[in-house]
């Protein structure tokens, strides 16, 4: 079983930053990719970024793009998300997820651009909560 833990969310003004973190444990497959969603008050979870096993590919939602960077440390097993120019449309909880075994190249052959959906994901952090105020 995988578990995952994100950390890193908190109280910041327009324009701010934060970089929120999810480090894996438990039983880890030798590919997948990983997410990070979130989910504002009152609406439905939407994809905000997406990395293959190798960082090779990344996608993101276009409401981030410009703003956010997904990135990983396989060697620490941890996630991370770099929030800039936050707004107060950024507030919601904030999810890592991840998958079964995908093979490296798998996202960067998923239709679309947008990044996966959440059918996708097997594995789901508890979340942190990221709120901006203007």
């Known amino acids: 079983q995988v578990q995952l833990a994100e950390s890193g969310g908190g109280s910041v003004q327009s324009g701010g930053s934060l970089r929120l973190s999810c480090v894996a444990s438990g039983y880890l497959y030798s590919s997948y990719y990983m997410g990070w969603f979130r989910q504002p008050p009152g609406k439905e979870r939407e994809a905000v970024a997406a990395?293959?096993?190798?960082?090779?590919?990344?996608r993101y939602a276009d409401s981030v793009k410009g703003r956010f960077t997904i990135s990983q440390d396989n060697n620490k097993k941890t996630l991370y998300l770099q929030m800039n120019s936050l707004k107060p449309e950024d507030t919601a909880m904030y999810y890592c997820?991840?998958?079964?075994?995908?093979?490296?190249?798998?996202?960067?052959?998923?239709?679309?651009?947008?990044?996966?959906?959440?059918?996708?994901?097997?594995?789901w952090g508890q979340g942190t909560q990221v709120t901006v105020s203007s």
């Open positions: 997820a991840s998958t079964v075994f995908r093979p490296v190249g798998f996202l960067r052959s998923y239709r679309g651009t947008s990044p996966p959906p959440d059918y996708e994901y097997r594995h």
């Open positions: 990395i293959d096993s190798d960082s090779s590919t990344t």
